[in-house]
């Protein structure tokens, strides 16, 4: 007696959970040595604390289009390379967003992963425009 019927759906199946793994890690719920935030603790933290400061994670077009005041833009893809703008702000706390709150996440790992303490904010800029953020060009 065998205990694989069918070998297709032990492939099947393990694909999912790899499938279900990465969706989850990528969105930050497993795995993540850092805090997530919604938008409406961002906006509070932006406007009462003094120990926080704000990457935007996005492309320049997207940063052109519409960002958060006083946001330094380091777009994702760049931001290993260019962790020297962000030495100043070592010993702050950096809220860290994108356009739905995914490249923020990878954006989080590599600041944790060199000794930043990231903020990512949930749901991104479109979070933050629905919870009242205003946009400067």
């Not at 950096?94 to 739905?100: G, S």
Request: aromatic share 8%; net charge neutral; proline share 2%.
């Amino acid at each position: 007696m065998t205990l694989v019927k069918n070998p297709m759906n032990v492939l099947y199946w393990i694909a999912m959970a790899g499938l279900l793994f990465w969706f989850a890690y990528s969105k930050g719920w497993i795995l993540a040595n850092f805090e997530s935030i919604d938008a409406k603790q961002a906006i509070y933290l932006l406007e009462n604390d003094d120990n926080v400061t704000l990457l935007d994670a996005r492309t320049i077009e997207e940063y052109k289009s519409g960002h958060l005041r006083d946001a330094t833009l380091i777009p994702v893809d760049a931001l290993s390379q260019n962790l020297g703008m962000l030495k100043q702000d070592k010993d702050k706390k950096i809220i860290v967003y994108c356009r739905t709150g995914s490249r923020s996440v990878t954006a989080s790992r590599i600041l944790e992963e060199n000794g930043f303490t990231p903020l990512n904010v949930k749901g991104g800029i479109i979070q933050l425009i629905g919870a009242g953020a205003t946009l400067v060009k």
